[in-house]
Antibody
Framework: QVQLVESGGGVVQPGRSLRLSCAAS????????MHWVRQAPGKGLEWVAM????????YNSDSVKDRFTISRDNSKNTLYVQLNSLRPEDTAVYYC??????WGQGTLVTVSS | SYELTQPPSVSVSPGQTARITCSGH??????AYWYQQKPGQAPVLVIF???ERPSGIPERFSGSTSGTTVTLTISGVQAEDEADYYC??????????FGTGTKVTVL
């Protein structure tokens, strides 16, 4: 059974950084593309970033461009995203997803002074 | 940037058919996916590769495609189908995008 558990969310001041993690289990993590998707309060889904199975290819949405960095540690079955230079508009629930087919329950990031 | 456009809302009586459209210029070249999201829950994939249904998804959910528009059809709508629905695809550069979302209300 696929399980994805996000952690690392919380309240952070504008301009600061945060790293989110996603612990994966129940499938062969090293064989799957992984994504981060976010959802601002009361808003729709927004794709954030994707990483290839081996970590060699990474893609970001234009809205987060160079501020967010996706990475993975296949030896730990864990996906990460480093959120830098955070803005109030980055406030959202952040979901990790296996190939956009299976999803975790999300972790809330609130950017506020 | 690439956009996928959905109607904001669809209302349907129990037992009737709900159709949700999603329009985007790259849809003839890229697969579409559909997700159901209920309040406070993570999205659930209900259709992949335009028309395929994952195991465990009821047969009343189906997908179709015509040109630059894809459609999610829910036949014989039940109260439990009340939710937000999102289409998803990719543009020609491989960047992923979600539709604007449609709230389905069961009257």
């Amino acid at each position: 059974q696929v399980q994805l558990v996000e952690s690392g969310g919380g309240v952070v001041q504008p301009g600061r950084s945060l790293r989110l993690s996603c612990a994966a289990s129940g499938f062969n993590f090293t064989s799957h593309v992984m994504h981060w998707v976010r959802q601002a309060p009361g808003k729709g889904l927004e794709w954030v970033a994707m990483i290839s199975f081996d970590g060699r290819k990474k893609y970001n949405s234009d809205s987060v461009k160079d501020r967010f960095t996706i990475s993975r540690d296949n030896s730990k079955n864990t996906l990460y995203v480093q959120l830098n230079s955070l803005r109030p508009e980055d406030t959202a629930v952040y979901y990790c997803s296996r190939s956009l087919a299976d999803w975790g329950q999300g972790t809330l990031v609130t950017v506020s002074s | 940037s690439y956009e996928l456009t959905q109607p904001p809302s669809v209302s349907v009586s129990p037992g009737q058919t709900a159709r949700i459209t999603c329009s985007g210029h790259a849809l003839p070249k890229r697969y579409a996916y559909w997700y159901q999201q209920k309040p406070g829950q993570a999205p659930v994939l209900v259709i992949f590769q335009d028309t395929e249904r994952p195991s465990g998804i009821p047969e009343r959910f189906s997908g179709s495609t015509s040109g630059t528009t894809v459609t999610l059809t829910i036949s014989g709508v039940q109260a439990e189908d009340e939710a937000d629905y999102y289409c998803q695809s990719a543009d020609t550069t491989g960047t992923y995008v979600f539709g604007t979302g449609t709230k389905v209300t069961v009257l």
